[in-house]
């Protein structure tokens, strides 16, 4: 195979990957949904390989599984695999946090302060899609302001298992506290105050749970 051909191929496969990787994070695929190889084929307009590749990656991550009818879904949490998961992003996301302290500028202080702002815009405006970009675009500056290239990606695989669950934040009642939990986090972060910072992180996460465990056994049981 020529090395042109090789490349377009590698940049196929990434696209698709990370294409799907984006839409699980973002809760654009929820849970329980099955992902069919020849509808995701037409819609990135490509092969079934690129797509099979893409399935078995997220497979490997956890964040896709493989039914016993050999199709691929996005695996409803139980409540003990959900609070593993809190537990962990607390521990990890909260010291992230405290991290980004120690290295974040003015200039990326600033930009949070524009997506928090465009956070509130799409949910008073009731546009989903901008509502739940612009909230991954806020916590992974924050995560990439901590310089760190080890814990990003532990960061990522857990919000790729959380993150089919993620549109519930759009519809939930506990809005106005965690729009308040995100300027308390960019409050702190401008005063270098790593406890603030941290707290404010975990409180978020927290205010999160409590929208999200009531709808973990309806998810099992449909």
């Known amino acids: 195979m020529a090395k042109a051909e090789k490349a377009d191929k590698a940049s196929v496969n990434f696209t698709v990957y990370s294409e799907l990787r984006k839409s699980l994070m973002l809760g654009k695929i929820e849970p329980g949904a099955s992902l069919r190889i020849q509808e995701l084929a037409e819609q ?27 199709s691929v879904a996005v695996p409803p949490l139980t409540n003990e ?25 003015n200039l990326e202080i600033a930009e949070l302060e524009r997506l928090d702002l465009e ?35 532990l960061i990522e695989s857990l919000w790729l298992q959380i993150g089919p669950y993620h549109h519930h934040m759009f519809e939930a009642d506990h809005y106005k506290l965690r729009t308040r939990h995100h300027r308390e986090l960019v ?10 910072a941290t707290k404010a992180l975990q409180d978020d996460l927290m205010m999160f749970a409590a929208d999200i465990r009531p709808r973990l056994s309806k998810v099992l049981e449909s």
Request: net charge positive.
């Open 44 to 70: 990135f307009g490509t092969s079934h390989m690129p797509v099979r590749e893409a399935l078995r990656r997220l497979v490997s991550e956890q964040a896709l599984t493989v039914l016993s009818n050999r």
């Open 81 to 105: 695999r959900y609070e593993d998961i809190l537990r962990t992003r607390i521990t990890l996301e909260g010291a992230t946090v405290a991290w980004a302290c120690d290295t974040i500028n």
């Open 119 to 153: 956070i509130e815009a799409a949910r008073e405006a009731g546009d989903k899609s901008a509502f739940l970009e612009r909230h991954l675009q806020f916590h992974f500056l924050i995560y990439r302001c901590a310089r760190s290239n080890a814990v990003l990606p």
């Open 187 to 196: 409050a702190a972060l401008h005063k270098r105050d790593k406890a603030a």
